[in-house]
Every structure is written in C-alpha cells, then in structure tokens.
C-alpha cells in the first residue's frame, strides 16, 4: 500500500526554522505531484505547497510565500518542507499529500484520490 510518513516536527519559538521530511513507498514516485498541507484545531485543512513530479515546479500559498520551501529527492523518495521565520499561526499538524496532475493542473485543495501521511505537529511558541 501507498505510505507516506512524515517527520522533523517539534516545539520552536516564533521566528525559528524547522525542516519537515516525507518519505513515500508504495507507489511510483518520480511521478507523483507532491505537496504539504496542514491543520489547527478548528480549521481545515489548508494547502501550503506543491512540486511537480521532476521538482521543476513549485506553487506556495500567500500565507507561507517567502518563508517556506519545498523540495524532493526522487532517489531517495523524499520531499521536503524547509519552514523560516516561524509564528505563532503556523502552529498546526503538517501533511505531506501525493497527487497524480496533468500539465497545467491546479491542486490547492484536497481531493479523494490523493494520497496523506499521518501528520506531524509543529508548535510555535511566542
């Protein structure tokens, strides 16, 4: 079965760094589009970032433009959230999602068929 784990949550003050990790097994990587999505309580589920399947394209939302990088090692079936200058407001539990997309394809929401982690929580301290 697919399997996507994430890892590298944890407890920073605001304006720290994190870096998350994604390994994924179980399906044909290289092409799969990749994102991060998260969650606060109370809240959907809110998309962050994506990456094509050959990691030539990235797309961030307003709230983590400028701040947050994405990244993937298809030989080592892995994908990446690179996550500076912290607040408060991202404090949420991160997913990490797999999606099969066409070119010109838009995936800035959920969608039946794609495929989650189980989450790791990231908590921002003042």
């Known amino acids: 079965q697919v399997q996507l784990v994430e890892s590298g949550g944890g407890l920073v003050q605001a304006g720290g760094s994190l870096r998350l990790s994604c390994a994924a097994s179980g399906l044909t990587f290289s092409i799969y589009t990749m994102g991060w999505f998260r969650q606060a309580p109370g809240r959907e589920r809110e998309f962050l970032a994506r990456i094509s399947s050959r990691g030539i394209t990235t797309y961030y939302s307003d709230s983590v433009k400028g701040r947050f990088s994405i990244s993937r090692d298809n030989a080592k079936n892995t994908i990446y959230l690179q996550m500076n200058s912290l607040k408060p407001e991202d404090t949420a539990v991160y997913y990490c999602?797999?999606?099969?997309?066409?070119?010109?394809?838009?995936?800035?929401?959920?969608?039946?068929?794609?495929?989650w982690g189980q989450g790791t929580q990231v908590t921002v301290s003042s």
């Open positions: 999602a797999a999606a099969r997309l066409g070119a010109g394809s838009t995936w800035s929401s959920p969608r039946p068929t794609d495929y």
